[in-house]
């Protein structure tokens, strides 16, 4: 019988750089994505200037984008993956930026944060509201069941006894269903809450920000203080509630229209997924239609959580610096490109060694493979936009043909 | 040990039931004899195989472990349809899973394939000092719907095994009588015997409904 009672077992943990524990292990047994990861700092440190060359001004990243080719180079450097120290300050300054004005409209944090204060809603106040403890069945009883779930090999997240992590996830998940209750909570969020709360308030984050020679910390409140009515005092915590409602509700990530009751928007992004793989690989979606492999069995949690609940943290956090520039699109792109890498493999299986393959995919997956061929994929926005419009609910019993026992 | 010989008969199973009653964990326990205290939450579903051994054949599960919020109930048909098998699980800690997997039963009879195999699950059979569901008001469910029951522990790996096997020999049975059916010899007389513990076909309920394709 085997337990996972090794979290208790100091002697041979370790964190991983993310701070997710693993036992130790030789070096060839070291995940892939870690490698990349150390390989990656490297690179952040030597990024780290450039950062802070574009948000040198007050203003931050608006006024250097103020030229197009700027916007360009912008994009590139989002693409090469935001350096770890400067997630926390570049994150919600990438929903304010905007890219394609005429798309998605940029809106950020500060803005929701602002609205909601004009309405008189404040995250405090959310918290006191939603405080003590649920009743039994009520949405708060789903989300705590939830909460030592989420990430529990996280440092922030352990659970034996509870961690700073598990309280702020509560606290901003039932804080979001207090605040929209047509949303209320959906299994799925708390994956994208966590990841938020890890790389906005996580001491790994801040302990990053301060390691950098250009402290990037500085920067958010130069760039804060650009918004009248945002209190400077706010914690961090409430930085991370408002950048989950920017997130959730911003035209140009807009999570939150996968959530919701009947979860459409989950369905519609996965048969756009369908679609755009099989316009750039027919070969290989052919072969997996044949075969009865559809994506909504495997990649509805790669969709539902943006990645965020199976996936390295590797892979995870360069998908989200393009989630919150470019919205859906780099998205699509990464899933496509993630199925790519592997191709050849794929379509030599039947669906038992699909469906497998598939699933241990998450912990083995090529992160500088797929990036590289997602860089090379050409999905057009309007195409996007067109198989967005085109995407029409299926009839409650659609009769599409499911795997029976052969 | 008797392994499995003869013939190897693939089953499509289901597991269905509300968050948090310990789908994935019956499933993880059953196919690989692990536990997670903190199993993480199934979002969409998830892909499992696992064989039990018969005396004279061997039953391949092709499982899927559906997510059981509410909110995905939406997307459990496609994973609920075509599947020979399916277990219904809830927490014998939280009465309101119960009531849940009642109504997952309901829905399995009214939509689910008609000669679909359905068990029920009391899982944390562990915590029984924290019982909100009795024993027997569950058995007495399940004899009134003509399912199997048992009640279940992932954690200690009770009934666990049993239960897919359980399941397995009824399969195989059904398999069997479907075959000899289609051969034109009698029923096999097994079936009988395991028949009063589960639902073999649907009765209809209002004949007038509608004809059975």
């Known amino acids: 019988m085997v337990d996972n009672n090794n979290k208790n077992n100091d002697n041979n943990k370790v964190f991983d750089p993310w701070g997710f524990f693993r036992l130790e292990m030789a070096w060839y047994e070291i995940p892939t994505s870690e490698k990349t990861l150390e390989r990656q700092e490297a690179l952040d440190r030597k990024r780290d200037r450039k950062w802070a060359a574009m948000t040198h001004h007050a203003g931050g990243l608006e006024v250097f984008c103020a030229k197009a080719s700027r916007k360009k180079k912008l994009k590139e450097r989002v693409r090469k993956g935001v350096p770890r120290a400067w997630r926390r300050a570049i994150w919600p300054a990438l929903l304010e930026v905007s890219v394609k004005p005429e798309r998605s409209q940029a809106r950020g944090a500060a803005s929701y944060r602002a609205e909601a204060a004009r309405e008189g809603i404040t995250y405090a106040a959310l918290c006191k509201k939603t405080a003590g403890d649920p009743p039994r069945d009520s949405v708060r009883d789903v989300i705590e069941r939830d909460l030592c779930r989420t990430y529990p090999k996280h440092r922030l997240f352990e659970t034996k006894t509870e961690s700073t992590g598990v309280a702020s996830l509560r606290r901003v998940l039932r804080a979001y269903a207090e605040f929209d209750p047509q949303t209320e909570y959906c299994q799925g969020m708390n994956y994208v809450a966590a990841l938020l709360i890890i790389h906005v308030c996580g001491e790994d984050s801040i302990d990053a920000a301060r390691r950098s020679v250009n402290d990037p910390t500085r920067s958010i409140t130069r760039m804060r203080s650009r918004e009248h009515l945002l209190t400077l005092d706010g914690s961090a915590e409430e930085d991370a509630f408002w950048l989950f409602v920017a997130a959730l509700k911003a035209p140009r990530t807009r999570l939150r229209d996968l959530y919701g009751p009947g979860m459409p928007g989950s369905r519609e992004a996965l048969s756009v997924f369908d679609a755009l793989l099989a316009d750039s690989h027919p070969a290989l979606h052919a072969h997996m239609r044949r075969e009865n492999c559809f994506p909504d069995m495997f990649a509805t949690h790669w969709i539902v959580t943006v990645f965020s609940a199976q996936f390295p943290f590797a892979l995870v956090a360069r998908v989200w610096d393009q989630f919150f520039l470019e919205g859906w699109k780099p998205v699509y792109r990464v899933a496509v490109a993630i199925l790519a890498a592997y191709e050849k493999d794929l379509r030599a299986k039947d669906f038992e060694s699909l469906m497998t393959f598939l699933r241990d995919l998450p912990d083995r997956v090529d992160v500088d493979r797929v990036f590289s061929l997602a860089s090379k994929l050409n999905i057009k926005t309007h195409t996007i936009d067109k198989l967005e419009r085109q995407f029409k609910l299926p009839p409650d019993d659609d009769d599409r043909h499911h795997p029976a026992p052969r | ?213």
Request: proline share 3%.
């Open chain 2, 1 to 213: 040990m008797a392994s499995g010989t003869g013939r190897v008969c693939h089953f499509k199973l289901v597991l269905l039931g509300d968050t948090a009653v310990g789908k994935s964990c019956l499933v993880v326990r059953f196919v690989r004899d692990e536990f997670f205290e903190f199993q993480e939450p199934t979002i969409g579903a998830a892909f499992l195989t696992q064989s039990v051994n018969l005396e004279n054949a061997t039953v391949k599960f092709e499982i899927w472990d559906t997510a059981g919020q509410e909110r995905y109930r939406s997307l459990a048909p496609m994973y609920y349809r075509g599947a020979a098998a399916a277990i219904v699980v809830y927490d014998i800690t939280n009465k309101e899973s119960f009531n849940g997997a009642k109504s997952w039963v309901k829905e399995l009879q009214r939509r689910g394939d008609p000669n679909v195999v359905i068990a029920l699950a009391g899982n944390k059979a562990d915590l029984h000092t924290k019982r909100r569901v009795e024993y027997e008001e569950a058995q007495k469910y399940a004899e009134e719907n003509c399912i199997l029951h048992m009640e279940t522990s992932a954690k200690n790996a009770t009934n666990v095994k049993d239960l897919f096997r359980e399941i397995g020999e009824v399969m195989y049975v059904i398999d069997l009588n479907q075959m000899s059916r289609q051969l034109g010899s009698c029923p096999n007389p097994l079936l009988n015997q395991k028949g009063k513990h589960f639902r073999s076909y649907r009765e209809p309920k209002n004949n007038d409904n509608k004809a059975c394709c």
